[in-house]
């Protein structure tokens, strides 16, 4: 059993780690493959003792963390609210610059423990579609030192970009010589065939492939052939536009499949009965259907708002993102997304971008509002759930039904170039079904 950890890690002040050096590792190992990958603004990983104490020997557990952080090789936040958030954890930043290391366990003992954790915990793909996926994701080849020469030099490049000396631009830096990390490990464990894929609650599936930068999966082949990356463009707004449709239509049916609390999967087996996490408002619903004046329209039967229909264009055609670039004055389109990803998906705050994107669109703003009404998470899982009964659950589905192999990335699609057209039918079919809207995609051949 391999577990991969930062190297240059100083155990010589904790006595603990030096006499338990495999927990030490296996504690290593839970923080790093979280803080590596993590995206949010804290890199903290929350990490509840009952789930440690499950894989690390319990008797020294937390004279171990005690020493670590007296050391200053891991640290913690010390937030720990009861019932809702756990002390979270982290290694020193300047460990995970440095390169990893896989580390093979030895101790009989440890590995039985671990081998009983991960048969309890990390449970069976039930769903055939993913158990396809993880047969294709098996099949995929990619050369290592092509990938490696690739992501070195790709980041390099990144960190070129990058001008001036102030904190900010070290701050940007370290962020690209993070991710660089993230793809080399990315690269060294599917290399290794350490090969996964995992269903998340809402619907997406993580896997190697998801877990690579675009500049390392254009470097993948299946049966000696390059793939092709199909993407939605604007992909999450036009979710969101999908589901304000159907919220005006009032067709709860569609919507119902995307309120459940519970795990996706269950759900996907109607085994479970879910709770509500999108609630309809009566009064609301009919004054947005009955009301009529010089700013609607009638589409479709339903009466829809005019900056509605200009949101839903922009969306269609892919050009959300330039409309608010040129609404912000902002020239990086990637700083724009992330401004757009947070007014559809963070917490609704009156901020000046979000008063500009509401004073652009707002009927669309307003039901952003309504959908975060209980909890601001629910906008970005109901649109998870939306996308994955889309792209993995109907449209890979079908492809892996008819024997054409293909992998997810959340809300794009790779398969071979001889499959792109029935990809793209799919697609079009698809998202006419859901919403009748036509998305615009985008391919990206994936060469070596």
């Known amino acids: 059993m391999k577990l991969y950890v930062p190297d240059k890690i100083d155990l010589s002040k904790c006595p603990t780690a030096r006499d338990y050096r495999e927990d030490a590792y296996i504690l290593f190992s839970i923080i790093y493959k979280q803080q590596i990958y993590r995206k949010k603004k804290s890199d903290f990983v929350n990490l509840k003792k009952e789930y440690l104490r499950k894989q690390i020997n319990c008797n020294i557990l937390d004279t171990l963390i005690k020493e670590l952080i007296q050391a200053g090789i891991v640290e913690s936040d010390n937030h720990y609210i009861k019932g809702r958030k756990c002390i979270g954890y982290r290694l020193n930043p300047k460990l995970i610059l440095h390169k990893h290391k896989a580390v093979a366990l030895k101790n009989k003992i440890i590995i039985k423990r671990l081998g009983k954790w991960y048969a309890k915990e990390q449970h069976p793909l039930t769903l055939e579609v993913h158990q396809k996926l993880r047969d294709v994701i098996h099949k995929l080849v990619l050369d290592r030192d092509q990938a490696e020469r690739t992501a070195k030099r790709y980041y390099r490049y990144q960190i070129r970009q990058i001008k001036g000396l102030n904190k900010i631009a070290a701050k940007a830096r370290d962020k690209v010589k993070r991710r660089y990390r993230a793809n080399m490990l990315a690269i060294d464990m599917f290399c290794s065939n350490q090969r996964w894929l995992i269903p998340d609650d809402y619907g997406r599936v993580h896997s190697n492939v998801t877990s690579m930068s675009k500049c390392i999966r254009k470097l993948l082949t299946l049966n000696s052939e390059s793939l092709v990356e199909i993407d939605v463009v604007n992909s999450q707004p036009l979710l969101l536009g999908m589901l304000y449709k159907q919220w005006l239509n009032g067709n709860k049916q569609q919507l119902k499949s995307l309120e459940s609390d519970n795990n996706f999967n269950e759900f996907q087996q109607e085994t479970n009965t879910h709770t509500t996490i999108l609630h309809y408002d009566a009064y609301f619903l009919y004054h947005m259907n009955t009301s009529t004046s010089d700013d609607t329209s009638v589409i479709h039967g339903v009466c829809m708002s005019n900056d509605a229909i200009k949101y839903l264009e922009a969306v269609e055609h892919g050009e959300l993102y330039e409309n608010m670039m040129s609404l912000l004055a902002i020239e990086d389109r990637s700083v724009v997304k992330r401004i757009v990803f947070g007014i559809l998906m963070g917490k609704h705050r009156t901020t000046k971008r979000q008063r500009l994107f509401a004073n652009l669109y707002p009927s669309i703003y307003e039901f952003i509002g309504w959908l975060k009404k209980k909890d601001y998470k629910h906008a970005s899982h109901a649109l998870q759930r939306l996308e994955s009964k889309i792209i993995l659950h109907s449209v890979a589905r079908q492809l892996l039904s008819e024997m054409i192999p293909c992998a997810t990335i959340h809300d794009s699609l790779l398969v071979s170039q001889a ?30």
Request: glycine content about 0%.
């Open 419 to 448: 499959n792109v057209e029935r990809t793209f039918t799919l697609l079009y079919q698809e998202y006419r079904r859901c919403a009748n809207v036509r998305p615009s995609l985008k391919p990206s051949e994936t060469t070596t």
